[in-house]
Protein backbone atom coordinates (compact mmCIF):
# COMPACT_ATOMS: atom_id res chain seq x y z
CA UNK A 1 0.00 0.00 0.00
CA UNK A 2 1.58 3.43 -0.95
CA UNK A 3 1.64 6.39 1.26
CA UNK A 4 0.05 9.03 -1.36
CA UNK A 5 -3.05 10.22 -1.96
CA UNK A 6 -6.10 8.40 -3.37
CA UNK A 7 -8.41 10.36 -5.87
CA UNK A 8 -12.13 8.95 -5.17
CA UNK A 9 -13.09 7.72 -8.98
CA UNK A 10 -15.38 9.83 -11.11
CA UNK A 11 -17.27 6.74 -11.89
CA UNK A 12 -18.15 6.10 -8.42
CA UNK A 13 -19.33 9.71 -7.41
CA UNK A 14 -21.46 9.64 -10.41
CA UNK A 15 -23.33 5.82 -9.05
CA UNK A 16 -22.39 7.28 -5.74
CA UNK A 17 -24.56 4.52 -3.17
CA UNK A 18 -27.01 5.59 -0.79
CA UNK A 19 -25.16 5.74 2.85
CA UNK A 20 -22.03 7.44 1.45
CA UNK A 21 -21.57 11.00 1.18
CA UNK A 22 -18.42 12.66 -0.94
CA UNK A 23 -17.06 15.32 1.16
CA UNK A 24 -14.11 17.94 0.22
CA UNK A 25 -11.66 19.04 2.68
CA UNK A 26 -8.97 21.60 1.19
CA UNK A 27 -9.41 21.16 -1.53
CA UNK A 28 -9.27 16.88 -1.70
CA UNK A 29 -11.76 14.55 -1.96
CA UNK A 30 -13.39 12.13 0.61
CA UNK A 31 -15.72 9.48 0.95
CA UNK A 32 -17.43 9.59 4.22
CA UNK A 33 -19.97 6.89 5.56
CA UNK A 34 -23.24 8.44 6.99
CA UNK A 35 -24.91 5.07 7.57
CA UNK A 36 -24.57 1.88 8.43
CA UNK A 37 -26.91 -0.99 10.12
CA UNK A 38 -26.34 -4.39 11.14
CA UNK A 39 -28.26 -7.31 9.64
CA UNK A 40 -31.03 -6.84 11.98
CA UNK A 41 -31.51 -3.15 10.97
CA UNK A 42 -30.05 -1.13 14.01
CA UNK A 43 -27.64 1.77 13.17
CA UNK A 44 -23.89 1.20 13.79
CA UNK A 45 -23.14 5.38 13.73
CA UNK A 46 -22.64 6.89 16.71
CA UNK A 47 -23.28 10.48 16.65
CA UNK A 48 -22.16 11.23 20.07
CA UNK A 49 -18.58 9.71 18.99
CA UNK A 50 -17.29 11.48 15.96
CA UNK A 51 -13.71 11.37 14.37
CA UNK A 52 -12.63 14.23 12.09
CA UNK A 53 -15.87 15.95 12.65
CA UNK A 54 -18.12 13.29 11.64
CA UNK A 55 -20.04 10.81 13.09
CA UNK A 56 -18.03 7.67 14.46
CA UNK A 57 -19.16 3.95 13.32
CA UNK A 58 -19.55 1.76 16.50
CA UNK A 59 -19.48 -1.81 17.32
CA UNK A 60 -19.62 -4.49 20.14
CA UNK A 61 -16.31 -6.18 19.79
CA UNK A 62 -14.35 -9.40 21.53
CA UNK A 63 -10.45 -9.71 21.13
CA UNK A 64 -9.13 -12.55 22.77
CA UNK A 65 -10.83 -12.55 26.36
CA UNK A 66 -11.51 -8.95 26.60
CA UNK A 67 -15.02 -7.29 25.63
CA UNK A 68 -15.74 -3.47 24.93
CA UNK A 69 -16.85 -1.04 22.43
CA UNK A 70 -15.16 -0.01 19.25
CA UNK A 71 -15.81 3.28 17.35
CA UNK A 72 -14.27 3.42 13.50
CA UNK A 73 -13.75 6.63 11.20
CA UNK A 74 -16.09 6.91 8.97
CA UNK A 75 -13.79 8.53 6.71
CA UNK A 76 -13.34 5.55 3.78
CA UNK A 77 -9.54 5.02 4.51
CA UNK A 78 -9.49 6.90 7.72
CA UNK A 79 -8.54 3.58 9.94
CA UNK A 80 -8.48 5.78 12.95
CA UNK A 81 -10.15 4.05 15.72
CA UNK A 82 -10.72 4.28 19.31
CA UNK A 83 -10.76 1.25 21.55
CA UNK A 84 -13.20 1.04 25.09
CA UNK A 85 -10.65 -1.34 26.69
CA UNK A 86 -6.75 -2.14 26.37
CA UNK A 87 -6.39 -5.00 24.11
CA UNK A 88 -3.73 -7.27 25.47
CA UNK A 89 -0.57 -8.56 23.85
CA UNK A 90 -1.56 -11.90 23.68
CA UNK A 91 -4.47 -11.25 22.16
CA UNK A 92 -2.56 -8.80 19.34
CA UNK A 93 -2.63 -11.68 16.84
CA UNK A 94 -6.78 -12.92 17.19
CA UNK A 95 -9.98 -11.95 15.52
CA UNK A 96 -12.04 -9.08 16.31
CA UNK A 97 -15.23 -10.45 16.52
CA UNK A 98 -17.90 -8.21 16.06
CA UNK A 99 -21.36 -7.64 17.33
CA UNK A 100 -24.47 -5.47 16.71
CA UNK A 101 -24.65 -2.73 19.67
CA UNK A 102 -27.85 -2.44 20.16
CA UNK A 103 -29.30 -6.28 19.59
CA UNK A 104 -25.81 -8.37 19.75
CA UNK A 105 -25.94 -10.36 16.78
CA UNK A 106 -22.58 -10.98 14.95
CA UNK A 107 -21.46 -9.13 12.40
CA UNK A 108 -18.85 -11.96 11.33
CA UNK A 109 -19.18 -13.44 7.65
CA UNK A 110 -16.61 -15.88 5.93
CA UNK A 111 -14.04 -14.01 3.87
CA UNK A 112 -10.66 -14.74 2.37
CA UNK A 113 -8.38 -11.35 3.17
CA UNK A 114 -5.66 -10.88 0.19
CA UNK A 115 -3.90 -8.89 1.71
CA UNK A 116 -0.07 -9.40 1.63
CA UNK A 117 1.10 -11.59 5.06
CA UNK A 118 -2.99 -11.74 6.30
CA UNK A 119 -5.26 -14.78 4.82
CA UNK A 120 -7.51 -13.95 7.39
CA UNK A 121 -10.74 -16.35 7.00
CA UNK A 122 -13.23 -14.20 8.25
CA UNK A 123 -14.52 -10.53 7.95
CA UNK A 124 -16.49 -7.92 9.61
CA UNK A 125 -19.96 -7.46 7.46
CA UNK A 126 -21.26 -4.01 7.59
CA UNK A 127 -24.61 -3.04 5.71
CA UNK A 128 -25.42 0.15 3.53
CA UNK A 129 -29.04 1.14 3.51
CA UNK A 130 -30.97 -1.62 1.51
CA UNK A 131 -29.02 -4.40 2.72
CA UNK A 132 -27.24 -5.01 -0.49
CA UNK A 133 -24.74 -3.14 -0.79
CA UNK A 134 -22.45 -3.54 1.82
CA UNK A 135 -18.57 -3.26 3.59
CA UNK A 136 -16.15 -5.83 4.40
CA UNK A 137 -13.26 -5.22 7.37
CA UNK A 138 -10.88 -7.64 7.58
CA UNK A 139 -11.12 -9.42 11.05
CA UNK A 140 -7.78 -9.84 12.15
CA UNK A 141 -6.52 -7.54 14.41
CA UNK A 142 -4.20 -4.15 12.55
CA UNK A 143 -5.14 -5.64 9.07
CA UNK A 144 -6.00 -2.79 6.98
CA UNK A 145 -7.82 -4.43 4.44
CA UNK A 146 -11.45 -3.52 3.63
CA UNK A 147 -13.70 -4.05 0.73
CA UNK A 148 -16.85 -1.54 -1.21
CA UNK A 149 -19.12 -4.08 -2.31
CA UNK A 150 -21.86 -2.14 -4.47
CA UNK A 151 -24.47 -2.90 -7.03
CA UNK A 152 -23.60 -1.50 -10.26
CA UNK A 153 -20.40 -0.42 -10.05
CA UNK A 154 -17.63 -1.86 -12.07
CA UNK A 155 -15.26 -4.04 -10.53
CA UNK A 156 -12.49 -2.01 -11.60
CA UNK A 157 -13.99 0.57 -10.08
CA UNK A 158 -14.53 -0.93 -6.83
CA UNK A 159 -10.47 -1.76 -6.44
CA UNK A 160 -9.98 1.89 -6.87
CA UNK A 161 -11.92 2.23 -4.38
CA UNK A 162 -10.48 -0.12 -1.92
CA UNK A 163 -7.40 0.93 -2.73
CA UNK A 164 -7.93 4.73 -0.85
CA UNK A 165 -6.16 4.58 2.26
CA UNK A 166 -4.58 7.59 4.39
CA UNK A 167 -2.40 7.50 7.18
CA UNK A 168 1.17 8.80 8.13
CA UNK A 169 2.18 12.41 7.17
CA UNK A 170 -0.01 13.12 4.41
CA UNK A 171 -2.81 11.92 6.90
CA UNK A 172 -2.12 14.47 9.67
CA UNK A 173 -1.87 17.35 6.91
CA UNK A 174 -5.08 15.92 5.47
CA UNK A 175 -7.20 16.27 8.26
CA UNK A 176 -5.76 19.17 9.83
CA UNK A 177 -8.15 21.79 10.94
CA UNK A 178 -11.41 19.56 10.73
CA UNK B 1 14.37 8.95 17.23
CA UNK B 2 13.60 9.58 13.86
CA UNK B 3 14.22 12.33 11.81
CA UNK B 4 12.99 14.35 8.82
CA UNK B 5 15.35 12.38 6.56
CA UNK B 6 13.80 8.81 7.40
CA UNK B 7 10.58 7.35 7.62
CA UNK B 8 9.12 7.46 11.38
CA UNK B 9 6.40 6.68 13.39
CA UNK B 10 5.43 9.70 16.38
CA UNK B 11 3.73 8.58 19.69
CA UNK B 12 1.88 10.93 20.80
CA UNK B 13 2.61 9.47 24.72
CA UNK B 14 -0.25 11.76 26.01
CA UNK B 15 -2.48 9.33 24.07
CA UNK B 16 -0.71 6.19 24.16
CA UNK B 17 -2.23 3.65 26.94
CA UNK B 18 0.98 1.27 26.51
CA UNK B 19 -0.78 -1.71 25.13
CA UNK B 20 1.96 -2.52 23.11
CA UNK B 21 0.09 -3.13 20.02
CA UNK B 22 2.18 -0.84 17.39
CA UNK B 23 5.31 -2.81 19.40
CA UNK B 24 3.72 -6.14 18.36
CA UNK B 25 2.73 -5.05 14.85
CA UNK B 26 5.67 -3.29 13.85
CA UNK B 27 7.74 -5.75 11.31
CA UNK B 28 11.02 -4.19 11.76
CA UNK B 29 11.20 -4.15 15.86
CA UNK B 30 11.01 -0.35 15.84
CA UNK B 31 9.20 0.57 18.57
CA UNK B 32 9.17 -0.49 22.36
CA UNK B 33 7.37 0.40 25.54
CA UNK B 34 9.92 2.94 26.89
CA UNK B 35 10.22 3.48 31.07
CA UNK B 36 8.67 6.53 31.20
CA UNK B 37 5.06 6.97 32.87
CA UNK B 38 3.00 9.51 30.99
CA UNK B 39 -0.11 11.95 32.89
CA UNK B 40 -2.67 8.29 32.95
CA UNK B 41 -0.46 6.12 34.38
CA UNK B 42 0.58 4.18 31.53
CA UNK B 43 4.24 3.23 30.52
CA UNK B 44 3.82 4.53 26.73
CA UNK B 45 5.43 3.25 23.20
CA UNK B 46 8.42 5.29 21.70
CA UNK B 47 9.83 4.63 18.56
CA UNK B 48 13.40 3.47 18.98
CA UNK B 49 14.95 2.28 15.95
CA UNK B 50 15.41 3.62 12.85
CA UNK B 51 14.61 0.74 10.36
CA UNK B 52 10.74 2.01 9.59
CA UNK B 53 9.48 1.55 6.21
CA UNK B 54 6.66 3.47 7.21
CA UNK B 55 4.39 -0.03 6.72
CA UNK B 56 1.51 2.11 9.04
CA UNK B 57 0.70 -1.44 10.78
CA UNK B 58 1.75 0.45 13.62
CA UNK B 59 -1.07 2.96 12.94
CA UNK B 60 -3.58 0.24 11.82
CA UNK B 61 -3.28 -1.75 15.08
CA UNK B 62 -3.46 0.88 17.44
CA UNK B 63 -6.57 1.33 19.78
CA UNK B 64 -6.28 4.66 20.30
CA UNK B 65 -7.48 7.69 18.19
CA UNK B 66 -4.44 9.85 17.36
CA UNK B 67 -1.91 8.47 18.88
CA UNK B 68 0.03 6.93 16.74
CA UNK B 69 1.36 9.12 12.93
CA UNK B 70 3.53 8.15 10.40
CA UNK B 71 6.16 10.19 8.63
CA UNK B 72 7.32 8.57 5.18
CA UNK B 73 10.79 10.08 3.84
CA UNK B 74 9.91 12.13 0.77
CA UNK B 75 10.98 10.60 -2.79
CA UNK B 76 13.93 12.24 -4.02
CA UNK B 77 12.57 14.85 -6.71
CA UNK B 78 9.43 14.85 -5.62
Redesign the interface.
Known amino acids: ?K?VYKEVPVEFLAALPEGIKYVQKQGKDFLVIEQLYCKDGHSLMADHVR?HGEPSIFLDAKIGSLRGR??LDAFWGG?????SF????AD??SITEAYCPHCGISLMTERLCTYEGCGCALAILLNLPGGVNRILVCAK????DHDLVVQRIPEEISRRVKKINY???F??DMFKGI | MGTEESNYSQINPKRCKGCAACVVACPHGCIEIGSEINQMGYQFARFAVRKCIACGMCFYSCPEFGAITVFKKPRKGA
Do not use: S, V
Not at chain 1, 86 to 89: D, K, L, Q, T
Not at chain 1, 141 to 144: A, Y
Open positions: MLMIFHDKLYIPREMHHGCPFGEHD
